[in-house]
C-alpha cells in the first residue's frame, strides 16, 4: 500500500513540470491529498492540498500564482502542475494522503500515506 510519484527532472528556469502521483494497492479517493517538498539541508515544507471531492486547494505563498494541484478520481491520481519554475524549487516532492481539514492540511502531521518522493531540479 503506497503512492508513487512520478514525472520530476531536469528543467531550466521557467520551464514546467507536471508531477503525478498515483496510489498503488489500495485506492486514495477519499482523503484528501497534498504535495510537500524538501531541498537538501532543510525542513519538509508545504506546497498544496486539495480536499477529497477536489473543490477546494491550498497552496504556499511561494507557490500560488505558478502551481496547480488537481486530482483525477478515475485514475486516482493527483497531479501538481508547476509553471515559471525557479532554481529555488528544487527539491524532492512527496505526495502525501490523510484526514485532515483547513490549514490543518498544510502541516505533514495529519498525513498517514507518503511517496517515495521524486527529484525536481531547475537549473538558472
Known amino acids: 500500500v503506497q503512492l508513487v510519484e512520478s514525472g520530476g527532472g531536469l528543467v531550466q528556469a521557467g520551464d514546467s513540470l507536471r508531477l503525478s502521483c498515483a496510489g498503488s494497492g489500495r485506492t486514495f479517493s477519499g482523503y484528501p491529498m497534498a504535495w510537500f517538498r524538501q531541498a537538501p539541508g532543510k525542513e519538509r515544507e508545504f506546497v498544496a492540498a486539495i480536499t477529497w471531492r477536489g473543490t477546494i486547494t491550498y497552496y504556499a505563498d511561494s507557490v500560488q500564482a505558478r502551481f496547480s494541484i488537481s486530482r483525477d478520481h478515475s485514475k486516482d491520481t493527483v497531479y501538481l502542475q508547476m509553471r515559471s519554475l525557479k532554481p529555488e524549487d528544487t527539491a524532492v516532492y512527496y505526495c502525501?494522503?490523510?484526514?485532515?481539514?483547513?490549514?490543518?492540511?498544510?502541516?505533514?502531521?495529519?498525513?498517514?500515506?507518503w511517496g517515495q518522493g521524486t527529484q525536481v531540479t531547475v537549473s538558472s
Open positions: 502525501a494522503a490523510g484526514y485532515c481539514s483547513g490549514n490543518e492540511c498544510k502541516r505533514p502531521t495529519p498525513y498517514d500515506f
